[in-house]
């Protein structure tokens, strides 16, 4: 939302629904399905060769990216990455947190539609007041709040990044 509710509501959309997913089958049995690797543990035993290609499995691959993506875009923000021409503008730090996160797992039409979806992307003071909930922080105190959250933020995003590649869950092909 705070990246504009309009143009970048298709990437709050894919979240939204692959967290649903995800949930959907943790509520079919709380108790088996305790953790995330449980759920992958559970649906490779259950899906056999079509694993990890369907249900949650398949969804908290696409997630874990589009979280990397707000990790990536928040550490370029708080790491003062800008560009020193336009330095309110957020286009240096979205870019390097497509190009990061997400570029290589889409295909041309898609990194198009990104481009575009750029040009229409919030100014950083504005993204800041959004992220402060509307109030007038102090920059300096919005990056500080950003850096504290980044801490256990970032620690489990690399600890499911982890799991894929031990569980050999992780796929290449585009979207």
């Known amino acids: 939302d705070c990246l504009g509710p309009a143009i970048f ?9 692959n967290i649903t997913k995800i949930r959907a089958v943790y509520e079919t049995n709380p108790t088996k399905f305790k953790t995330l690797q449980m759920i992958l543990e559970g649906e490779k035993e259950m899906h056999g060769p079509q694993w990890p290609k369907v249900g949650a499995t398949l969804a908290l691959m696409w997630l874990k990216r589009g979280l990397k993506f707000i990790q990536v875009l928040l550490q370029s923000i708080a790491d003062g990455e800008r560009d020193d021409q336009n330095p309110n503008l957020m286009k240096v730090n979205i870019t390097k947190a497509y190009e990061i996160a997400l570029k290589k797992y889409h295909g041309w039409v898609v990194q198009k539609l990104f481009k575009a979806a750029l040009l229409a992307a919030p100014y950083k003071d504005d993204f800041l007041k959004a992220l402060s909930k509307g109030q007038n922080v102090k920059e300096e105190e919005c990056i500080e709040k950003i850096r504290q959250f980044l801490l256990n933020y970032t620690a489990t995003i690399e600890a499911i990044y982890i799991m894929y590649n031990k569980m050999s869950a992780e796929l290449d092909y585009k979207a």
């Open 9 to 17: 509501s298709p990437i709050k959309a894919d979240i939204t629904g």
